[in-house]
């Protein structure tokens, strides 16, 4: 019942920016805890960031600590990831997710078993 629809995925220089949007459609609930994944050809998915139902809890991947931030807006179910100084190690297909779990569940593993995944959208970094 729930969709969810990335966008803003592209091309960027290392050391760039991108922002990434995940629009929810549907019916939808302002409760549910927030992330984004991602997936480099032949790896595993693994976890980015999430971010609880509120906003006020935000967890980030080592690897990107620092460099991207993760919001949402509530009022117009979506959540966004400014993504800063790129590195080609970056490029992937970046997946939206939502779950009624909390965001620190969300943060732990590569995201099985979340509810709702969005289509992805693909990140390419060049060096």
């Known amino acids: 019942q729930v969709q969810l629809i990335e966008s803003g995925g592209g091309l960027a220089q290392a050391g760039g920016s991108l922002r990434l949007s995940c629009a929810a459609s549907?019916?939808?609930?302002?409760?549910?805890?927030m992330g984004w994944f991602r997936q480099a050809p032949g790896k595993e998915r693994e976890f980015v960031a999430s971010?609880?139902?509120?906003?006020?809890?935000?967890y980030y991947a080592d690897s990107v600590k620092g460099r991207f931030t993760i919001s949402r807006d509530n009022a117009k179910d979506t959540v966004y990831l400014q993504m800063s100084s790129l590195k080609p190690e970056d490029t992937a297909v970046y997946y939206c997710?939502?779950?009624?779990?909390?965001?620190?569940?969300?943060?732990?593993?590569?995201?099985?078993?979340?509810?709702?995944w969005g289509k992805g959208t693909l990140v390419t970094v060049s060096s």
């Open positions: 997710a939502a779950d009624k779990s909390t965001a620190a569940t969300m943060s732990r593993g590569g995201g099985y078993g979340m509810d709702y």
């Open positions: 549907g019916r939808t609930f302002s409760s549910y805890a």
């Open positions: 971010i609880s139902w509120g906003g006020r809890t935000i």
